[in-house]
């Protein structure tokens, strides 16, 4: 893992530039989507930072925006997706230029250490079937499979949760 990313809640004002990594970030998955579903997805992506009762953490490298996370702590996650007591992560995106380095890991890990400040007893994610470089990491770092969630942009969804 490159130690030269620097991990900090983002600004409201950089809502424009998470946006346009996270885009950036999920571009991989457009070929697996319809022209449609992608653009229902690209509008959703579109709203990264400025997504209400999120903490929006950032990572940084040479001073250039490297990847993303929105957590919510207990009590503040989606309750169509998760149980109201949990934490939760979201929309986690890392640069393509950055990718390989450890920093989906770091990411995933801030939140965790977040989860377990705020007291939460489990963090939750959900995660798709093209997204398997991200089940695989989840998995390796003992998140498991809870349920199968409603598909979403035509893909099948499934919520993972970490019992802290």
């Known amino acids: 893992m490159s130690s030269s990313f620097h991990?900090?809640?983002a600004d409201s004002a950089e809502a424009d530039t998470i946006a346009a990594l996270?885009?950036?970030a999920y571009c991989d998955?457009?070929?697996s989507l319809t022209a449609e579903n992608w653009q229902a997805m690209e509008s959703g992506l579109s709203k990264a930072g400025r997504i209400e009762h999120a903490h929006n953490i950032v990572a940084e490298c040479d001073g250039a925006m490297a990847g993303y996370v929105a957590y919510f702590p207990p009590g503040n996650s989606s309750p169509k997706l998760f149980e109201p007591?949990?934490?939760s992560i979201r929309l986690l995106a890392v640069s393509p230029a950055c990718r390989g380095q450890g920093l989906a890991r770091l990411?995933?890990?801030t939140c965790i250490e977040r989860a377990q400040r705020d007291g939460a007893a489990t963090i939750g994610l959900h995660t798709s079937e093209v997204m398997?470089?991200?089940?695989a990491l989840?998995?390796?770092m003992g998140f498991r499979e809870a349920r199968e969630l409603?598909?979403?942009?035509g893909l099948r969804y499934w919520q993972y949760r970490l019992d802290l």
């Open 138 to 140: 989840y998995e390796r």
């Open 107 to 109: 990411l995933t890990e």
């Open 85 to 87: 007591a949990w934490a």
């Open 22 to 24: 996270v885009i950036s």
């Open 150 to 153: 409603p598909a979403m942009f």
């Open 29 to 31: 998955y457009r070929p």
């Open 132 to 135: 398997t470089r991200a089940r």
């Open 7 to 9: 991990l900090r809640d």
